[in-house]
């Protein structure tokens, strides 16, 4: 069987829409689940940013209702950690269980449909060992849950071809279609406004078709595999990534462009998308491209990617 999914679960609405996705990806790839919950032991201190103190009764209470959960799931394990970090326990099981990602809530601040990420769901994604995924708010509610319609943000980056390449493969485990986005501004935000008045007036207009045909070169290759559209949107990065959340199931990002390979790091445009989303984040690390591809250590050091047929370097 594959590499697990790990899913962050304490009980609430929002570790259940979390249990949810976990489910649906899980079916998808046809994996098992590792549930986690931690708690901080009744011997140490608490404080509000850390895991709960749960008791034995506690602690019982909330696997009973994570199994509730997955009274139709085949392949699951539950696991109650003592450990007043979350965080710690989330990254140490997917790390141990060379997990293919991790499934957390948002907080419970959001609201229905949107995502805005708590305590627990920022510090998983800082640093994780594997990929990310984040629920948002209510979708435990919407069953059952669609992950047909896959999005990925693309800036023609190595990180966005990362990206690319996990999203290629969840839509073709789904059968479904691949969006690939990039948003219009990139290719001319450096340029001074002064600059503007003595451009050619279909200059702008140019870039546009510039960014459209690279998009197009990027989908050629693959739309034998599954079905592609492209799409080039006004605004900001990470506007246009919100904007374009909404017609989605999935959106996949991928990784900040340096600190450690195969590690998660949330940069600039991923943060205020995994904040303010209208469908799960996938977010991958960089270097990985296929949620089920190992992780090996070289002798000097050096971390490559490995899946069946394909070296990452």
Known sequence: MPKPIVVGFDGSDHARDALALGRALAALLQTRLIVVN?????????????????????????????????????????????SPSATAALHNTAQNEQAMAIVVGSSHRSTVGRMLVGTVALETLDAAPCAVL???????????????????????????????????????????????????HLA??????????YLEPDYLQNVRADLEQGLQQVAAPIRDEVLVHTKVVNGGAADALVRSSESLDLLVLGSRGYGPIARVLLGSVSRPVVNNAHCPVLVVPRGVTALDQKTLATEDGETVSEQPGLTVR
């Open 38 to 82: 931690a708690y901080t032991p009744g011997d140490l201190l608490w404080a509000p940013s850390t895991a709960p103190p749960l008791d034995e009764e506690g602690r019982k209470r909330v696997m009973d209702a994570a199994e509730a959960e997955l009274s139709e799931q085949d392949h699951y394990e539950l696991r109650s950690l003592a």
């Open 134 to 184: 984040v629920a948002t708010a209510g979708l435990a509610a919407r069953q059952p849950i669609r992950l047909a319609r896959i999005g990925v943000g693309f800036d023609d980056t190595p990180q966005a071809h990362d990206a690319l390449a996990v999203a290629l493969s969840l839509a073709r485990h789904a059968g479904g279609e691949l969006n690939i986005i990039r948003a219009a």
């Open 188 to 197: 001319a935000k450096a340029l001074p406004h002064a600059f503007l008045p």
